[in-house]
Nanobody, 120 residues
Framework: QVQLVESGGGLVPPGGSLRLSCAASGSIFSIDAMDWYRQAPGKQRELVARITSGGSTNYADPVRGRFTISRDNAKNTVYLQMSVLKPEDTAVYYC??????????????WGQGTQVTVSS
């Protein structure tokens, strides 16, 4: 089917930066929107940022101005550049992609998640 693999998480001090990557592979004809979500302990998973196939972007209020989402369509990869990180950004970050497969079926696929911890 389709696999999404995230990378780039880790431990960073407050005010630091990290860049997450998510590469999609498998039975991919095309990809529509690609999203980053996060889930902190004891909280629901929330949408952080979205980028459409045309490059339009949307951000959640808590991260607007600090995070930047981008994508490389040739590599089926989405990125999340995170700057001025705060302890409240600590969470597992997941990517999600809306994919049209070679069998011409649409589906939403998730990565396994990558931990981001912001702490001194």
């Amino acid at each position: 089917q389709v696999q999404l693999v995230e990378s780039g998480g880790g431990l960073v001090p407050p005010g630091g930066s990290l860049r997450l990557s998510c590469a999609a592979s498998g039975s991919i004809f095309s990809i529509d929107a690609m999203d980053w979500y996060r889930q902190a302990p004891g909280k629901q998973r929330e949408l952080v940022a979205r980028i459409t196939s045309g490059g339009s972007t949307n951000y959640a209020d808590p991260v607007r101005g600090r995070f930047t989402i981008s994508r490389d369509n040739a590599k089926n990869t989405v990125y999340l550049q995170m700057s001025v990180l705060k302890p409240e950004d600590t969470a597992v970050y997941y990517c999600n992609a809306r994919v049209l497969t070679f069998t011409k079926n649409w589906g939403g696929f998730w990565g396994q998640g990558t931990q981001v911890t912001v702490s001194s």
